[in-house]
C-alpha cells in the first residue's frame, strides 16, 4: 500500500511540476510564441503520465486470478 501511494503521489507531484514549469514558460513571453520551457514543462506532465501509467500496471498486474 505504501508503494502505491508513493507512486501515485509522485506523478502527482510530477504533473504540479510540469504545469507549474509550463505556466512560467508562458509567461516569459506573454504566451505569444512556443519556447522552450514550455516545451519542458510539458516533457515532464508526460513522464508523469508515464510513471502514473506504471503505477497502474503495477497494481493490475498483481491482482491476475482467472
Known amino acids: 500500500m505504501a508503494s502505491e501511494s508513493t507512486t501515485f503521489g509522485f506523478a502527482t507531484a510530477l ?17 505569444q510564441a512556443p519556447n522552450a520551457v514550455v516545451a519542458v514543462g510539458g516533457v515532464v506532465v ?16 498483481g491482482h491476475e486470478s482467472l
Not at 504533473?15 to 504566451?31: E, R
Not at 508526460?46 to 498486474?61: K, N, Q, R
Open 15 to 31: 504533473t504540479i511540476i510540469g504545469l507549474a514549469i509550463m505556466l512560467y514558460g508562458v509567461t516569459l513571453n506573454s504566451g
Open 46 to 61: 508526460v513522464v508523469a503520465f508515464a510513471v502514473l501509467t506504471a503505477g497502474v500496471m503495477a497494481i493490475d498486474s
